[in-house]
């Protein structure tokens, strides 16, 4: 197994998924396993949302140098573009959980075949297998 594979789910607090020989594909201990790693990355990232809030908040300052609060602007705007981004995560993130409960979760939308434990523990919100990835990669490029 590839180090990032190990990362993904290693940085949200969790050991990667020991998959037993002849394990079934996305059973109730499958689900549990990543309907608990998805809960703490949306937990992590509301901790963000709220981190920046507070952030915002308390250095929100008038400053009477035009430039001073021109980086002031930046930075905020850096950190709600971030915000933004993660914001579109947690719906992401809810949408995943919402295929676990429909037992939907972990099968390629587009093929229907497994996506992967490994693959769903490096990206947790993966909705295509490899395949289908890089196919739709394919074609946006050629879209320019």
């Known amino acids: 197994m ?5 990362k993904g789910a290693r940085s949200l607090g969790f050991e990667p ?5 002849d394990e079934e594909y996305m059973n109730a201990d499958q689900e549990e396993h990543f309907r608990g790693l998805l809960l703490e990355w949306k937990r992590q ?5 709220d981190r920046t809030v507070h952030h915002m908040q308390d250095e929100a300052t008038n400053f009477p140098d035009p430039n001073d609060r021109a980086t002031q602007e930046s930075e905020f705007s ?20 919402e295929r676990i409960d429909d037992h939907d979760y ?3 939308e587009a093929c229907g075949v497994e996506i992967g434990v ?8 993966a909705t ?5 990835k890089t196919l739709d990669e394919i074609r946006e490029k050629q879209r320019g």
Not at 2 to 6: D, G, I, L, M, P
Not at 79 to 94: A, N, P, Q, S
Not at 118 to 125: F, I, K, Q, S, V
């Open 45 to 49: 990232l509301m901790e963000e949302v």
């Open 106 to 108: 972990g099968y390629c």
């Open 118 to 125: 490994r693959r769903l523990e490096a990206r947790p919100t």
């Open 78 to 97: 850096l950190e709600l573009r971030t915000r933004d981004r993660e914001r579109k995560l947690i719906r992401k993130i809810d949408e995943a959980l």
């Open 128 to 132: 295509l297998c490899i395949d289908c």
């Open 17 to 21: 998924y020991a998959i037993a020989q």
């Open 2 to 6: 590839a180090e990032t594979e190990k």
